[in-house]
């Protein structure tokens, strides 16, 4: 497994650029990513922009934590951890992510109108594969909301990606907890946390 | 005791309004300042309302300074166009109560239609200017710019652009600090209130007096501060633009401006004098620049560096920012472009859609079919303008599709060549509200041949779902009566008004097209909710095409629905996007549509499966 350690954690600022589509949850991962950094006391700052229209528009954001961290976000090139939500989405922020970063990718597919209408051919995931290889980029797709299916709610595939991210980052796991405990409704708690077990055995 | 949260900027810009002890808030929305006063309300403030225009927000806010309480306004930055009228006159009445605008950029153009930078605004009205750089000091400078405005008595600019709004940080406070509301009562006033010529003129003086005062006041207030590093290279940086700075140059000396307007002399005299060179690092106008350079310090130009290195146009970063200061030697500034490694493939866009289940669509459908000159608005409806719908052809300001197709249509009767297209104004309900009803009144008055098309989706859509005058309900969740469109129309001396449904979409271009060829002012109000904000609209069964029925004739794919795409020569509908609508087999030749839910049941299936 990659990552550094906790106090690698504090000497350095780590990029994370979370994106989707809007209505996937990815605002709501950042702000997981950002209340983490704020329980292990770092400094943390996070940057988002959301599509003009209302669904089905581009979101992204950029979360920082670190010692002190002054700009809420950074340059193509500079993040450590890409995590998106959709496999296109995956492709187009790929210059975001250094060499040897880690992207995480959830194997959903959510077609553009150029694609639906056919004026486009959506890549397929050989494409995805192939390009991080090419870049020395590690790569982890997975499908979130088939195992969040199988833990019983597909509202949760958020908490899968979140555990796979979790465990490149070597904070204390329960922190991870900790946050999910307040940031998702009470009765599914156990779900969440079940969903991002299974995110954390996803990586050895 | 203090807590640390984590808040995005016009969070923090709320609860230091809260903190404060502000009592009134007035706001029409605008990305990206729509969620200030929502939070202000969450917070426990007072008394926050959407108002009906930015010029609305800013006058009850000075009404309610006027009478001693702390109020403020908020709106994006082209709202202080809207509400410039009071702003700049209210500089010369001043304030009892403290008066803040939050004000908030919208630099590289997110979601507007400019780029402008309202600190000139500032400047022009000669009104303190705070410009906090991250959701710390967002917090913090909305409780002194409280203090400052009444010390001063001015009503104070605050303003941020949409990285300091959306972008979020920790804020560390005390909640047991909040100053208690408190409202004095009218005092009067009419040498200071009432600003006839005689009057005006004596405030004038005051203004400048003032003007003298607040630079005295930033020579060391809290709000700018020098922090000394190396020597050879001096950044002045206020905003957003101080923490790209700050991240680019670790090692250089800053001069840090949280009071951007005026600027203190002898402050910036020090820093200037202290440093080899002088950098001016700040997204958009040369604005700083422009104040230093004016004050014609003894140093030589030649110690300064501003816009002939970086550009006018969108935000920085502090790669863009290493990478234009290498280019002068003597900083000893290196850059090297991070490696970016970036597929050849072409990828598919994702541009901005009407949602699946959109009550626009079927507008512009119509109005696309009737190959109509579409003067256009502002809201989610600007997307018209997409093919295939292909039906928005201007969109300038809010309110303005009403009165440019008026001057519009005057000038084409002047053509020499006579144009036959028919023009159509298209509005959305708040909009009309906030700025389309003075171009009714005008079009009714001067019996223009003016066809108004309101798109009644009962929410302000585009910024977030905000209410407004003719949802029925309030900010704060109190039931109101809403305004009624066709009386209103009918009000104003327009006689052909209608009211519609866009879904019904024979009726609809039959309406549509009957109502062109009358002559004089028309108004049709297309009504019909937004997908988000009633549960019928949202709780509808996707629609399912049957493939054996399906001639792949491509007529339900002209509504650019993002839910609706060809697959092996049939259409097909994705259920998990699809909201039931309808629209898009409407005109089915083969009658190959029926609900999901239809489907299963034909296909024996249970319901309650993915
Ligand atoms: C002067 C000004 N204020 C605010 C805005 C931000 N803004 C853009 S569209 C819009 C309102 C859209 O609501 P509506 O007219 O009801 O159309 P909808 O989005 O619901 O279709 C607002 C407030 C703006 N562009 N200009």
Not at chain 2, 63 to 80: I, N, T
Request: aromatic residues 8%; contains cysteine; glycine residues 10%.
């Amino acid at each position: 497994m990659g990552g550094e350690s906790f106090d690698g954690a504090l000497d350095r600022v780590t990029n994370f650029l979370v994106a989707g589509v809007g209505g996937q949850g990815a605002l709501l991962a950042s702000d997981i990513i950002a209340d983490v950094a704020l329980e292990a006391s770092l400094d943390v700052k996070k940057s988002e922009i959301h599509g003009m229209a209302q669904r089905a528009g581009s979101v992204f954001s950029h979360v920082r934590w670190g010692k002190k961290v002054y700009a809420p976000v950074f340059d193509e090139g500079e993040a450590d951890y890409l995590l998106v939500f959709e496999v296109l989405e995956a492709l187009r922020w790929q210059p975001t992510l250094k060499k040897g970063g880690v992207a995480i990718v959830n194997r959903q597919k959510i077609f553009p109108v150029a694609v639906a209408n056919g004026a486009q051919a959506y890549p397929d995931e050989g494409v995805l594969q192939a390009e991080f290889a090419a870049a020395g980029q590690r790569l982890v797709v997975l499908d979130a909301e088939k195992i969040a299916q199988e833990v019983g709610n597909i509202r949760v595939a958020n908490s899968v990606l979140v555990g796979v991210l979790s465990k490149f980052l070597d904070l204390p796991a329960d922190i991870w907890r900790d946050v999910l405990a307040r940031r998702v409704p009470p009765r599914a708690l156990n779900e969440n946390l079940t969903a991002f077990e299974r995110g954390r055995e996803l990586v050895e | 005791m203090t807590t640390k949260q984590i808040l995005s900027g016009n969070e923090a810009i709320a609860l230091g309004a809260y903190l404060a002890g502000a009592t009134v808030a007035s706001a029409y929305p605008g990305t990206p300042s729509s969620e200030i006063l929502p939070a202000f309300f969450r917070f426990g403030g007072p008394h926050a309302e959407w108002a009906t225009n930015e010029k609305v927000a800013y006058e009850v806010a000075c009404g309610a300074s006027y009478e001693g309480a702390r109020a403020f306004a908020a709106m994006k930055h082209v709202g202080l166009n809207v509400a410039a009228d009071p702003f700049f006159s209210s500089s010369y009445t001043g304030v009892s109560g403290g008066l803040v605008v939050v004000s908030t950029d919208d630099t590289g153009i997110y979601s507007s239609q400019n780029e402008q930078d309202n600190r000139h605004f500032a400047r022009a009205a000669k009104v303190p200017l705070l410009d906090p750089s991250d959701s710390q000091e967002c917090m913090e400078f909305m409780r002194i710019a409280f203090e400052v405005s009444e010390q001063f008595d001015t009503p104070v600019l605050l303003r941020t652009s949409t990285r300091i709004s959306h972008g979020k940080g920790v804020v560390e406070y005390d909640p047991g600090s909040r100053v208690p509301v408190s409202v004095k009562g009218f005092q009067v006033d009419i040498n200071k209130y009432v600003l006839l010529p005689a009057m005006a003129r004596r405030r004038h003086v005051v203004v400048e007096e003032r003007a003298r005062k607040l630079q005295e006041y930033g020579e060391d207030s809290p709000l700018n501060r020098i922090e000394w590093g190396d020597r050879r290279l001096g950044v002045i940086a206020s905003g957003i633009s101080y923490q790209h700075a700050r991240e680019a140059l670790p090692e250089a000396s800053f001069l840090k401006l949280g009071l951007s307007w005026p600027l203190p002399r002898r402050l910036v005299e020090t820093f200037v004098k202290g440093v080899e060179k002088v950098v001016f690092i700040e997204e958009a106008d040369p604005f700083l620049e422009s104040e230093v350079k004016m004050m014609g310090l003894d140093v030589g130009s030649d110690r300064f560096i501003g816009k002939e290195a970086f550009t006018l146009l969108g935000e920085y970063s502090a790669g863009m920012i290493r990478e234009a200061l290498a280019k002068y030697p003597e900083l000893g500034v290196t850059y090297e472009k991070p490696a970016a490694y970036r597929t050849s493939e072409r990828l598919p866009d994702r541009p901005p859609v009407l949602c699946p289940g959109c009550s626009h669509r079927g507008v512009f459908y119509t109005l696309n079919r009737l190959k109509a000159v579409v003067y256009g608005d502002i809201g989610c409806y600007t997307l018209g303008v997409l093919p295939p719908l292909s039906a928005e052809h201007t969109c300038l300001c809010m309110g303005a599709s009403i009165t440019t197709n008026i001057g519009g249509e005057k000038a084409a009767g002047f053509a020499a060549q006579a144009d036959t297209r028919p023009r159509v104004s298209v509005i959305g309900d708040s909009t009309f509200l906030h700025g389309g009803i003075v171009g009714l009144v005008h079009a009714a008055y001067n019996q223009t041949n003016t066809k108004i098309l309101i798109l009644d989706n009962r929410t302000t859509a585009m910024t977030g779902h905000q209410d407004h005058a003719a949802t029925g309900k309030t900010l704060m969740g109190e039931p109101r009566k809403p305004v009624d469109f066709v009386k209103l129309a009918q009000a104003c001396g327009v006689d052909d008004v209608k009211l519609l449904d866009p879904f019904d979409l024979r009726t609809f271009y039959r309406e549509v097209k009957a109502s062109l060829e009358r002559p004089g002012p028309s108004v049709i109000v297309a009504s019909y909710p937004c997908v988000f904000v009633d549960p019928r609209v949202k709780g509808r069964q996707p629609i399912f095409i049957e493939p054996e029925k399906c001639n792949n004739c491509g007529v339900c794919l002209r509504f650019g629905c993002p839910g609706v795409y060809r697959q092996d020569d049939k259409a097909v509908i994705e259920a998990a996007v699809c909201n039931g609508c309808a629209m898009c087999v409407q005109f089915c030749p083969t009658d190959a549509a029926g609900t999901q839910k239809a489907a299963k049941e034909a296909a024996g299936q249970s319901e309650g499966g993915l």
